[in-house]
């Protein structure tokens, strides 16, 4: 016993011996340690300043749409130790003048490479623009950073981050999944509404290509809502379909009747059938308007006495004749899309568009979740002496919506100047579409994609980041040839950019399954307005579970 103890306490004494050997090293190797960043902290504060980040994500500005007069916490990413001084920089006149407001050292980041730095500014103003002013201890190492990145001199303020105090946009919208339908050429639903000849309208066989933009297939609302299980199995949060007011024309781009369901879709009542479908589906609507112009023979400028009421062509005192521009009344006036123009700024055109009780926009706006602005960019009025500028109007047309709905949506098909401008929620991103075209037709390489997106980025950062979510990112559209690709992994690599690039990717009808009609003649081949094959034999399988998987990815 004797003998065991003595063993025990020369065992206890060993390993406390081991364990101060181990403690001391743990001391010297902090010691070590402690030392070797003292000198990288030394080394840093002097050193050039090179690595800078900043963007409007959640991280980095909160909150990301701040309500006029909040404070917004703004965050810079600096090379650890390297910044010993950091500001933010800001003016609410374009540069004329700038305030500053001091940041201070929030953290050190998990990584262990990066310095947080924390600042406030004011949400005060229609347009806020800012950057930063960071230094170290070397008096010359004193630099500016924005949008362009780092540079010893001021840029200019337009390069700046850009908030709009109080311009919210639907969350719902951000980020979106959205599936773009031409109601005529989807799938007919109910034949009791298809018209052999209508007015202007003639019909051809589903199977056939149209020859003229007056041909109709007899796609309805009843077709799409049959078919909203299908969209739904794409993981689609958001159906945008083209104009459904009465129009001659297939697509529905050229306005007859703003108060009218075009007939062969189907009356108002079947609109709000079909809204609540999409609703119980869990996607929200999006209907497309078009308010730039109106066709000769509409209800409101009727050229040839084809409607009851009198048009502004036919009499001098119809109450119609100031919503159009004549410089020589009847037969000369101003022209847009080969129709006459809409003068917006006339108490004629707001009241029946947006400003008059149960007027064409906030009638429908309860029933659509949103409205794309067809030519939205070219929405114009006139004075006796001046234009009246685009804005103007759908800021007007914008307080009228969100009184019936709060979270309505408003996308212009293409106005870059107004997506700061506290008017508009996002547009098409209509030039980033071609380039995507391009290389999913195997045009152009990898390299000269990656130099497209290294340019989409600057346009997209020009713009409040919750708008830049909202941009649609299209491959086709009803402007453009579809896309002829055989070769899936390249077709697919494109798609995969466009589900995973900022904003919102927008798949046009039948594109995910690989439909291309046969080569004919007639404005189907050039403008895809072609029916839509529902014989699943002839899909491409491959590419719609592709897309399938895609949008299951986005849902995640």
Known sequence: MRKRIIALIVALVLVCIGSGVILMKS?????????????TKAEKETGYIVDLFHDQGHIYMTPDEPREGEDVTIRLRTERYNVTRAQIQYTTDKGRSWNVADMK????DDTGYYDLWKGEIPAEGDLIYYRFIVSNLDAMNTVYYDKKGISITEGQYRNGWQIVPGHDVPDWAMGALWYNIM???????????????????????????????????????????GRLDYIDSLYVDAIYMSPIQKSYQNAG????????????????????????????????????????????????FDKNSIWPTVGAYESRDSIYKDMFKFYNWPDNFMVGWESPSVNMNTDVAKNLLYAGKDSYLTHYASIFDGYRFDCGGWLWGTTDTDDVKTEVFVKEIRKALREVDEDFFLLSESDATNMNTGTWDAQWNIGYMPKLQDYAKGLINETLMAEA???????????????????????????SYRVVQEDDYLYNAAVLIQMTYLGSPSVFYGEEMGYIREPETGVGTIQSFYALDWDEANWDQSRLNFYKAMGELRNQ
């Open 253 to 300: 781009y050229g306005p007859v009747h703003w108060d009218e369901v075009e007939s062969t879709f189907g009356n108002e009542r079947d609109l709000v059938e079909f809204a609540d479908a999409v609703h119980e589906h869990d996607m929200k609507l999006m209907g497309d308007v078009v308010l730039t112009f109106a066709v000769e023979d509409s209800y409101y």
């Open 183 to 225: 109601p005529d050429a989807f799938y007919n639903g109910n034949t009791t509404n298809d018209k052999q000849i209508s007015g202007k309208n003639t019909y051809v066989t589903w199977n056939r290509l149209r020859k003229g933009l007056t041909d109709k297939y007899g796609g309805d609302l009843d077709g799409v809502e």
């Open 27 to 39: 001391i010297t190797d902090v010691q070590a340690s402690s030392e070797q960043d003292a000198a």
């Open 453 to 479: 997106m290294y340019n989409f980025e600057k346009y997209e950062k020009n713009m409040p980041r919750s708008v830049a979510l909202c941009l649609h990112n299209m491959i086709s559209d009803h402007d």
């Open 105 to 108: 050292f929030e953290k050190q």
